[in-house]
């Protein structure tokens, strides 16, 4: 199953709709046979995920489906299924961007893609599980300085780190 954030003029940032169909997917994948593997990606070439919609946060829309906080972010952070899940990042993963690939079993980035942790600019924090996975799966100081400064690292040296599992050209990821 292909799951695609498709919110390209809002850079795939993440609201109510999308993270309701997200869990939904996913809850379908997890329930159907001649699904192995579920794939997430981002509408376009330019963002694969910006994180959480800020502005429909500042409009003071919801974020979760009624009774369904449990999903986590986007429907998907702490949404485990029994399937391997796969993040096929095509542009920028910020924020909860990177948070979707963290919480992936591999990811396979665009030669283009980049990855951070944003939050500390803006006074928030990465708390869809970011901060912890972040240095669970690369080394620790490194993530320490991605959480603090909120500095971006591109597809080579997440490759490098650890975080993403292949590099490819763009038209192929």
Known sequence: MVITLNRPEARNAVNLESTTLVGEALEAAEHDREVRAVVVT???????????????????????????????????????????????????????????VLASDLAVAAQTAQFGLPEVSRGIVAAAG?????SAQIPPKVAMEMILTG??????TALRLGLVNRVVPTASV
């Not at 829309?61 to 299924?81: L, M």
């Not at 970011?130 to 972040?134: K, M, T, V, Y």
């Not at 500095?151 to 080579?156: C, I």
Request: glycine fraction near 18%.
């Open 42 to 100: 981002g509408a376009g070439d330019t963002a694969f995920c910006a994180g959480i919609d800020l502005k429909a946060v500042a409009r003071g829309e919801r974020t979760f489906p009624a009774g369904r906080r449990h999903w986590g972010f986007a429907g998907y952070v702490s949404h485990p299924i029994s399937k391997p899940t796969i993040a096929a990042v095509n542009g920028f993963a910020l924020g909860g961007g990177t948070e979707i």
């Open 130 to 134: 970011g901060a912890f996975r972040l």
């Open 151 to 156: 500095k971006p690292v591109d597809a080579a």
